[in-house]
């Protein structure tokens, strides 16, 4: 694993560490419940309603990053799940469906009390059922209708005019599915959902998403980057599965803080910096030290991912009278606006030229395909931009069929073949 | 008499007996696939799958027929869309794209599958980057497949807005266009049960997939007459199965299976044993009518829970000797549901075997038909 440059990483890091102790522990001491929740979820929702939640996909990246998902794999393609099926949302209930307890990271997932997922992908009803009789937990299902108008440039809207940019009908839909959701936790806690604090953690979250807009733009105005591309992706995400939360916005500050501060010393990520490259995509979560393996030779520093820049334009709303509604616009779209054409592709090319990116890698997640989606459309914009792509035909979590030697050869040609262009 | 028939996909030959030319007449649509509505004097809509409404835009005065490719080289949409697509939808694309379909009017994509979102998400685009591109109308129908009283009534509401978007209709076309649906799903059941005894797979998915692109009042017509004819055959010997899994557009697993002395007597799919399900009600008011039809009583990969989408599979099974899990090679979805539908068989004693070789080139591989082979004898001991 590469050096943390950052102390807010480390700081980021023992949090996450401390906070998954203290979930365990309330749940095995203290009977507290929590869910399990695709991170499309309004988490919010949760939050207000005190279940602490654990993101699947969060729970992916701990398990591939502790260079596990090819045991659990191997053990669910076993047990009749054939090994094309997708392993991104799938790998944590891998890690549940057996298995030696002890090698499980940080002491395993409890049994939660609720699991919940956004019906995106054909796969997911079944991945969750499956996972929620696992477990013997209630599952509770919110549908996603498909969005049938899409206007251009989605993020100069999706702030004051989010109302007009989602269309009313999938709003009132998914108000709807989060009045059936809100139940679910009254039932399970015994209390009541108070809309007002609703409005004060929406609040929080753009108070939090402010700060770190500020960060995108160091990053974007700073000449060389101040912080690492894998750096921003722990700090931002710490924050971001407890948004709006007190922990969530000082840290969002602190992150600023120390930022800004390397910006006005001059503290570059990479002293080196000759070319500035953007990761489209999920994390390739199994083999984070990818991210500075072309440091040294090319001064090739990956300056973005969507991590750190889709929470300003994807999560800020203004305008909270009815907070549900804006948080059902939060939700109801993330997958057309992080991911398909047109949304994604105009996106990608605006923060490329706003962060000034020499060459894009982007990840074609073969082993997940049906999150392969809109990739196609993504190059081609880039390349009718002037900016070179390489795709990355690997699996976000799933390490049996990388070979880092090799794909770190083919990136480096593809840098020299960026750096004759530039001379 | 002995008629012999080349299928769409090219070069296969089968045998059906007992022709006629009503039989003759539904071989040939099934075969043509679109090209039948190519000499239409009403705009024709293309649809993605069995969930579109197709009363709806019948009533509207379109002629709805089924996209439905055979999958091969997808030139067109290579430069847009990623491997992970399965080729239906490819195909889909990539004939959109060419311009080969320029004649459709209306491309009407129901939300059944992300796929098919994605479809509609990908042809918006490239209309959009490419305007001076022919391609047709494109309208998504956001049905949803999740059993909720919330998706019932947002599924109702886009029932109408797909009405409306889809021009001025009264309700009397509207309700005639409901009795020639019903009247092709009696059809449709009137096959289906002689499949029972007198009327093989192979033989049978020709004559019911002709449904997705006939009239349906000429359909029910032929397709009547056929199961008339069919009644008067001597029943097939053979231990019953069914298929279970991928989509089969084709009858070519149905002919491996049958080569050795089964009979398939269905298959959860659309293109089969699920292409007529019950009536569209009259009793209620006809857009309401229609859309329970879709939501309630249409096989897609996104019902659920489980417990709704396994229903019809389960109660089949305990009618059949053995169960075929057919799961294609492309994949991303059925696999998930096989483990759980392959206990449900053991727990009721119902034999089945696994077969993951694609037959849309015509056949299943050797290895493929020595596991057929030895499960028959099986079923037949
Ligand atoms: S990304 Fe993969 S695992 Fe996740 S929901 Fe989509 S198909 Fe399923
Ligand atoms: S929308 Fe993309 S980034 Fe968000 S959870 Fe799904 S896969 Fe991950």
Redesign the interface.
């Known amino acids: 694993m590469a050096e943390r440059q950052l102390q807010c990483t480390t700081a980021a890091a023992e949090f996450q560490k401390a906070w998954f102790a203290g979930l365990r522990q309330d749940v095995f001491e203290r009977k507290k419940p929590y869910a399990i929740a695709q991170a499309d979820m309004p988490l919010e929702l949760f939050q207000v309603m005190d279940v602490p939640v654990v993101s699947n996909q969060w729970w992916s990246a701990i398990v591939s990053a502790k260079r596990l998902s090819g045991y659990y794999l191997d053990l669910m393609n076993a047990?009749?799940?054939?090994e094309?099926?997708?392993r991104y949302c799938s790998l944590s209930l891998a890690s549940t469906m057996g298995g030696d307890p002890a090698k499980a990271p940080w002491g395993g997932l409890p049994k939660p009390a609720m699991l919940g997922a956004r019906?995106?992908?054909?796969?997911i009803?079944?991945?969750f059922?499956?996972y929620a009789e696992t477990f013997g937990s209630e599952f509770v299902?919110l549908?996603?209708?498909?969005?049938?108008q899409?206007p251009p440039r989605w993020w100069e809207l999706s702030r004051h005019r989010w109302e007009e940019l989602f269309e009313d009908?999938r709003l009132?839909?998914m108000v709807?599915?989060f009045e059936?959701l809100i139940q679910a936790l009254e039932r399970l806690t015994g209390n009541g959902f108070d809309e007002a604090r609703l409005r004060t953690l929406m609040e929080g979250v753009n108070r939090q998403e402010e700060i770190l807009e500020e960060v995108r733009e160091l990053i974007c105005a700073a000449p060389r980057t101040p912080v690492r591309m894998h750096e921003q992706i722990s700090n931002v995400m710490a924050a971001q599965w407890v948004r709006g939360s007190e922990w969530a916005i000082s840290h969002a500050r602190a992150f600023r803080d120390e930022v800004k501060a390397r910006v006005e010393q001059g503290v570059a990520a990479c002293p080196s910096e000759r070319m500035r490259l953007m990761w489209v995509g999920a994390g390739l979560w199994h083999d984070t030290d990818f991210y500075t393996a072309f440091e040294e030779r090319f001064g090739a520093v990956f300056v973005w991912s969507m991590y750190l820049a889709f929470g300003p334009d994807g999560y800020i709303r203004y305008g909270l009278d009815n907070p549900l509604r804006a948080l059902a616009s939060r939700t109801v779209s993330m997958n057309?606006q992080l991911h398909?054409?047109?949304w994604a592709?105009e996106w990608i090319v605006d923060q490329a030229r706003r962060h000034r990116i020499d060459a894009a890698l982007i990840l074609?997640p073969?082993g997940t395909?049906?999150s392969?989606?809109?990739?196609?459309?993504i190059e081609?914009a880039l390349e009718e931009a002037g900016i070179p792509v390489l795709p990355i035909f690997a699996d976000m979590v799933d390490a049996r069929s990388w070979d880092a030697a090799a794909m770190r050869g083919k990136v480096a040609q593809f840098l020299e073949s960026v750096e004759a262009r530039c001379t | 008499m002995n008629h012999a028939y080349q299928t769409y996909t090219g070069g296969v030959q089968f045998n059906v007996p007992d022709s006629s030319p009503e039989i003759e007449q539904l071989q040939q649509s099934y075969r043509a696939r679109l090209a039948g509505a190519l000499g239409q004097s009403r705009p024709v809509a293309g649809v993605t799958s069995n969930t579109a409404p197709w009363e709806l835009l019948c009533a509207a005065g379109y002629f709805p027929v089924l996209l439905s490719p055979a999958n091969g080289p997808a030139p067109f949409a290579a430069?847009?869309?990623?491997?992970?697509?399965d080729g239906r939808t490819r195909s889909i694309f990539d004939r959109l794209l060419s311009g080969e379909w320029s004649f459709l009017h209306t491309v009407v994509i129901p939300?059944t599958?992300?796929?098919e979102?994605?479809l509609?998400?990908?042809l918006?685009?490239v209309a959009?980057q490419e305007p001076s591109r022919k391609l047709p109308r494109t309208l998504?129908f956001?049905l949803?497949?999740?059993q909720?009283?919330?998706?019932r009534?947002?599924g109702l509401?886009?029932t109408r807005?797909l009405w409306k978007a889809l021009g001025p209709a009264s309700m009397e076309e509207l309700a005639k266009a409901i009795a020639d649906g019903n009247a092709a799903r009696g059809a449709l059941r009137a096959l289906l049960r002689l499949r029972a005894d007198r009327l093989s797979g192979a033989e049978a998915l020709p004559l019911l997939g002709a449904y997705y692109f006939m009239d349906r009042a000429d359909y029910a017509r032929l397709a009547v007459r056929a199961a008339d004819i069919m009644a008067a055959r001597p029943a097939i010997p053979g231990p019953r199965v069914m298929i279970k899994g991928s989509m089969l557009d084709h009858p070519h697993l149905h002919r491996a299976i049958e080569g050795h002395g089964a009979v398939v007597a269905a298959e959860d799919d659309w293109w089969g044993s699920r292409a007529a399900g019950q009536d569209v009600s009259t009793e209620l008011g006809p857009l309401e009518a229609v859309f329970l039809k879709y939501y309630e009583d249409a096989p897609s990969?996104?019902v659920?829970?489980?417990s709704v989408a396994d229903a019809w599979f389960l109660e089949t099974a305990s009618t059949v000797a053995g169960v075929v899990f057919y799961?294609s090679?492309?994949?991303?979805?059925r696999?998930?549901?096989?483990?759980?539908q392959?206990s449900a068989l053991d727990a009721r004693g119902i034999p089945h075997l696994l077969l993951?070789e694609d037959p849309a080139g015509g056949d299943v591989p050797p290895e493929c038909h020595d596991r057929i082979e030895e499960f028959t004898t099986r079923l037949k001991g």
Not at chain 2, 79 to 85: I, K, L
Request: one cysteine or more; glycine letters at 6%.
């Open positions: 047990a009749g799940y054939h094309g099926l997708c019906l995106t992908c054909d796969c009803q079944r991945v059922s499956l299902a549908d996603a209708p498909g969005a049938e899409l009908h009132d839909f709807a599915q059936r057309e398909n054409p047109p592709n074609r073969l395909k049906p392969d989606t809109g990739n196609r459309f081609r | 430069p847009y869309m990623e491997a992970g697509f939300r599958s992300e796929q979102h994605k509609f998400l990908y918006r685009e959009r998504l956001n949803l497949h999740a909720s009283a919330e998706a009534t947002y509401s886009r807005e990969p996104r659920f829970p489980a799961i090679p492309d994949d991303d979805v696999g998930w549901d096989y483990p759980r392959r993951r």
